[in-house]
Each structure stands twice: as C-alpha cells, then as structure tokens.
C-alpha cells in the first residue's frame, strides 16, 4: 500500500472514530466526552487536509 493511501485511510479512521464517540456519549448527555469525540474528528480533519491534500 503506498503512503498517500494509508495516510487517508488514517485520517479518515481518526473523523469515523471521533464522530462515534461523540454519537454515542451525546446521546448519554455525557458532554466532556463528546467534545474529546469533536476534537478527535477535528484533528483528523486537519491531519487530512496537511497530509493528503495539501501535499503535492
């Protein structure tokens, strides 16, 4: 697998299981949590972003 791809199937790993977290401890009303959950899917979006698409 070459680098390009596994550095998007990462970043796209790290939104999909930041998007869970705060799904799921949303719906318990557990706030901390979800927003641990929105960061995480954040930092995905931006590893994203530098990594994959910004670098030509």
Do not use: C, H
Not at 11 to 22: F, H, P, S, W
Request: hydrophobic fraction near 55%.
């Amino acid at each position: 697998m070459d680098r390009r791809r596994r550095k998007t199937m990462l970043g796209v790993a790290m939104v999909v299981l930041g998007i869970v977290q705060a799904a799921l401890f949303a719906s318990q009303n557990e706030w901390v949590p979800t927003a641990f959950g929105l960061l995480y899917s954040t930092i995905g979006l931006v590893y994203l972003w530098a990594e994959v698409y910004a670098v030509e």
